[in-house]
């Protein structure tokens, strides 16, 4: 009898496994059940978001909400918007048609993306964007092309777009890139005597002119007391103008208006005798930084290689600068 009952609760507690092991595999296919309905919702909703626009003939497909939510204005939002406006569906939108390069689009809508994702990361504000990266197959389009094609869809906002975006080969080498003539402005190489030392603002210290070759830049030299900063331009240049902005993305840790008086000289073999004086940094250098303004110095046409800005009894920060 004993025998019995011990079989018998042996049968009981291998029941029990195998009712338990049913209601976790059922537990399991719900769970998947649900992942794969969730799944099936969000492949009709991306679907009904889909829509085509008619670029150079060619039918090229995006998503409404893409274009909708794009940062900048462009043609393709405006179209949508039309179209709306006029009781049309959005399905119209590839009845329009579009004469540019249909193979380029995708850096278009590449733009527009990544532009997107920056500006939440950038906690919704567009002026912490900055070093945004499109690379172009040179066999689909060029540098030169592309900003043709920035400037055509995103109209008044093209030169904003070329400030975020610099173009690069598949490789990943510079191939030109922000507004009015490039990345570079002629400027090859930037040279500091003494940087002003401050832990706080390493994180912010340009190591390379291209740190600071856009207006919108986060980063600058710090350039300390009875110092000097030299820029070497990419050849002889015949110059009149220096456009300057001081470093004023952490008031906190710099005061933007260091620097005002400073010399600025120029020079054709960057050697000790020979600097030519320009003019000086005005006396409300940084004063107004809150708008992101930038400064123009003017002064007699010369021919030159380098510049130098020569600080004395005070310091200097720069975070962008053009010479023309």
């Known amino acids: ?185 002629g400027i090859v190489a930037v040279k500091v005597s003494n940087e002003f030392p401050s832990e706080q603002l390493n994180p912010y210290r340009a190591k390379c002119y291209n740190d600071i070759s856009k207006k919108n830049s986060k980063k600058g030299y710090f350039v300390s007391y009875d110092s000097n900063i030299i820029f070497d331009l990419d050849g002889e240049r015949e110059i009149s103008m220096i456009e300057i902005k001081p470093f004023s993305a952490n008031v906190d840790y710099w005061v933007p208006c260091e620097g005002a008086n400073a010399f600025v000289f120029s020079s054709l073999t960057g050697q000790d005798d020979y600097w030519d004086f320009c003019c000086s940094l005005p006396e409300d250098y940084g004063v107004e930084w809150e708008n992101n303004n930038t400064w123009k110095l003017i002064f007699d046409s010369r021919k030159a290689k380098y510049l130098k800005i020569q600080t004395g009894d005070y310091t200097l920060s720069v975070s962008y600068i053009n010479a023309s």
């Not at 969000?42 to 829509?51: H, P, S």
């Not at 274009?67 to 939002?77: A, D, F, G, H, W």
């Not at 540098?143 to 008044?156: G, Q, T, V």
């Open 1 to 185: 009898i004993t025998k019995s009952i011990l079989d018998l609760k042996d049968k009981l507690t291998l029941l029990e496994k195998t009712h338990d092991q049913k209601i976790k595999d059922f537990d399991q296919r719900n769970i998947s059940h649900k992942s794969l309905q969730a799944k099936f919702e969000e492949f009709k909703l991306l679907q009904g978001d889909l829509l085509y626009f008619n670029i150079g003939g060619k039918k090229c497909c995006t998503s409404r909400n893409l274009i909708i939510n794009s940062i900048y204005k462009s043609v393709l939002k405006d179209v949508l918007t039309n179209l709306d406006k006029i009781g049309k569906s959005v399905s119209d939108s590839a009845k329009i048609f579009i004469d540019r390069n249909p193979e380029s689009f995708q850096y278009i809508l590449e733009i527009i993306r990544k532009s997107s994702e920056a500006f939440i990361k950038a906690q919704y504000d567009v002026s912490l964007i900055s070093d945004l990266k499109v690379n172009i197959d040179p066999r689909i389009t060029s540098a030169e092309c592309l900003r043709e094609d920035i400037k055509f869809y995103f109209k008044e906002e093209a030169e904003l777009v070329l400030e975020h975006f610099q173009i690069y080969s598949l490789e990943g080498n510079l191939l030109g890139g922000s507004s009015s003539g490039g990345s570079s402005h």
